[in-house]
């Protein structure tokens, strides 16, 4: 799925990362706590986060994430989208709470991080 | 590949700068050159250890060691120590503050996942004297 897929699917503004719409995006990933998006590798991986603070940015960066989505209309702050532009994270916003958005994303065929378990 | 040796200062407190230091490292490493397997696991160590730096530490400093063939980070803080080591390796076991926590942080992770990214890890630490974690990681042949 290409990023721009994603934005609107999550009616989404696009906040940093106006030239990466055409990213392929592999996988989504949603949470709020920083070492679980630290513990593997997030290389096309969205990651949707309800904590909007400069740590979200920082620690997708550090994670190698391609994109992140801040839920429920969650706006960064200049110092964070300077950073996020700085290391060409994309960064968007979505009005749709976690569950909502995690859930449109999986209904669009988007996979998520886990490994296959028997029924 | 260039032998180098840097030294960071990591201020207790700041979330707002909290992380710097660890993607600077990250820059450089990408810089030289080093696997991107290899670059993503020193990164989430130093930016684990820097964290924990942050949120329990008094200011500390992380040191940067590359060599062609292995990387070390060295990162010493004079902050309260860790007084039962055993006890902070397990996963889920914090002491965060809640502002550690507001913040994404304190799940009681750092530790455990610094141990899972790197080939070595050795922690030195007693109450009150502060803590002095080394890290090291391999090249892959």
Known sequence: MELAQIKEALKANLIVGEDK????????????LMSDLLRRPMHGV??????????????????????????????????????????????????????TACGRLFRQGLRGLDQKLSE | MPTLSKRFSIKAR???????????????????????ELIRRVSIC?????????????????????????IALVVKDSGPGIENIELAMKEG???????????????????????????????????????LVAISFHQPA
């Open chain 2, 46 to 70: 130093a930016y684990e250890a820097e964290m924990n730096v942050v949120m329990h530490g008094g200011d500390g400093t992380l040191h940067l060691f590359v060599d062609t063939d292995a």
């Open chain 1, 46 to 99: 969205v990651v949707l986060s309800g904590l909007n603070n400069m740590q979200v940015i920082r620690t997708a960066v550090i994670a190698g994430v391609a994109a992140v989505v801040l839920v429920r209309g969650k706006e960064p702050d200049q110092e964070m989208v300077s950073e996020a532009r700085s290391h060409g994270l994309p960064v968007l916003s979505t009005p749709f709470t976690m569950f």
């Open chain 2, 93 to 131: 076991y914090s002491t965060a503050s809640e502002e550690a926590r507001e913040m994404g942080f304190g799940a009681g992770m750092g530790l455990p996942n610094i141990k899972k990214n790197s080939d070595s890890l050795k922690i030195d630490s007693e109450k009150g004297k502060g803590t």
């Open chain 2, 14 to 36: 700041d979330y707002l700068r909290a992380g710097e230091v660890s993607i600077e490292v990250q820059g450089i490493l990408k810089k030289i050159g080093f696997d991107a």
């Open chain 1, 21 to 32: 719409l055409g990213m392929k995006i592999e996988a989504g990933a949603g949470g709020d």
